[in-house]
Every structure is written in structure tokens, then in C-alpha cells.
């Protein structure tokens, strides 16, 4: 199993331009989560799902946009980015319950946002 | 307010000695406590839970105990090694019929030198 994977690992943006991060898990968990991590903050959760056709905000989902069309996969896209949006992102994944199971975090990927 | 507070921010220890590193939180209604390891670069793994019932948990030289009368929980490394440096994120769960939470501290970051 490859766990949680990620891409892009670093990206550099200008402001105003979209993409979207990508996230695949192949160990069939119905939760998908995807966090930012800034310095000297905890993780804060932007988009979740509970399973394909199903998502939801977390804390901070203004600027950020999700879709679950499959089990496997869950893109994070960024509308028009923006300096704040400067973070590090995690995908997450867990078999059905966040807080009940354990959460399987990808690599990451550090956005930087000019 | 729901809050975990992680201490110190950070630690420097010597290769082969111990320390703990302090959680309290201030989360209701409570569900679970996880302690993550974060390895620079890396995401977040998982390295023991406890429920309300549990005071104690190991996981090879990490041991986790847990007072939920006090809400005060505390991560043990026992003889240290260099692939100890990281950063340890206590994490603490709400759960309230179909409502759940995942709160983050922001970790102690701990440097283990030769």
C-alpha cells in the first residue's frame, strides 16, 4: 500500500492563479480530510468528506473548493490564490470515523503564494 | 472554548536522555487523546491513543498517560535516540452524537543532540 500520496511535494504560485493539490489513498477509507499547517498554529481543517458525493467545510474553507468523485481521490483546488494562502497542506485519510480511527496523513505539500 | 496546550514549544536534550512533554485541554465533551510524531518535511503519524477509561499507553520507548479528571496528558521518551527530533502534536477529540471534533496543539518541538 502506498498509504496517502500527494502532488504536488512544492509549488510556487503567483496571485490570482489556480490549481488544485491532489490526494489519492488507497487503503478504501470512506474520511478524507484536507488541513493547513502555518507556523506556530495547530493543523485547521479547510474541506472534509465521509465518503464519495459527500463534502464539507471544516474552519477554514473560504477561497478553497473540494468534490469526492471517487473513494480513492480527494482534490483540493485553489480558486484564485491569494499570500494567506501560503501553508503547508495535509490530506488525510481514516477507515469511517476521524476521531474514532486513526487518521493517515500524506506527505504534504508546501504552496507559496506571491 | 475547546483548547489543547502543548509545553514547552521546544526542547533540546541529549542523545540517550529522557523527557516528557506536557498536553492540558480544555475539550468537551471529551472522546480521545492522540499523540502524533512529525518528522520535518513529513506528515503527521499516529503514535498512541487513549480514551476516557485509559491512563496509560505505550508505543516501544513512548509512553503516553492521560488524567482525565485533571485533563492533562503527558508524552514520556524514554532513552532518546537522534530520530527522536521531531515535533510531537498532542491531539484531542469531541464527540457529541453525530458532531465531532478534532482539536490540534500546536506541538513541542524536540532536538535530540549527539
Known amino acids: 500500500n502506498a498509504g496517502v500520496t500527494q502532488t504536488p511535494k512544492f509549488q510556487v504560485l503567483k496571485t490570482g492563479q489556480s490549481m488544485t493539490l491532489q490526494c489519492a489513498q488507497d487503503m478504501n477509507h470512506e474520511y478524507m480530510s484536507w488541513y493547513r499547517q502555518d507556523p506556530g498554529m495547530g493543523l485547521r481543517l479547510i474541506h472534509y468528506?465521509?465518503?464519495?458525493?459527500?463534502?464539507d467545510q471544516g474552519e477554514v474553507p473560504n477561497g478553497y473548493n473540494v468534490s469526492r468523485s471517487t473513494t480513492e481521490d480527494f482534490p483540493l483546488r485553489l480558486l484564485s490564490a491569494a499570500p494567506s494562502q501560503t501553508s503547508v497542506y495535509f490530506c488525510?485519510?481514516?477507515?469511517?470515523?476521524?476521531?474514532?480511527?486513526?487518521?493517515?496523513f500524506g506527505p504534504g505539500t508546501r504552496l507559496t503564494v506571491l | 472554548k475547546n483548547q489543547v496546550e502543548q509545553s514547552p514549544q521546544s526542547l533540546i536534550i541529549l542523545e540517550g536522555k529522557n523527557c516528557t512533554l506536557q498536553?492540558?485541554?480544555?475539550?468537551?465533551?471529551?472522546?480521545?487523546l492522540r499523540w502524533y510524531k512529525q518528522d520535518t518535511g513529513r506528515g503527521p503519524v499516529s503514535l498512541t491513543i487513549?480514551?476516557?477509561?485509559?491512563n496509560t499507553k505505550s508505543n516501544g520507548r513512548y509512553t503516553a498517560t492521560l488524567d482525565a479528571d485533571t485533563k492533562q496528558s503527558s508524552l514520556h521518551i524514554t532513552a532518546s535516540q537522534l530520530s527522536d527530533s521531531a515535533s510531537y502534536i498532542c491531539v484531542v477529540s469531541a464527540r457529541r452524537n453525530r458532531d465531532d471534533k478534532i482539536i490540534f496543539g500546536k506541538g513541542t518541538r524536540l532536538h535530540i543532540l549527539p
Open positions: 487513549m480514551t476516557f477509561s485509559e
Open positions: 468528506s465521509v465518503g464519495a458525493g459527500i463534502t
Open positions: 488525510a485519510s481514516s477507515y469511517r470515523d476521524r476521531t474514532r480511527d486513526t487518521q493517515y
Open positions: 498536553c492540558n485541554y480544555t475539550v468537551s465533551p471529551f472522546s480521545n
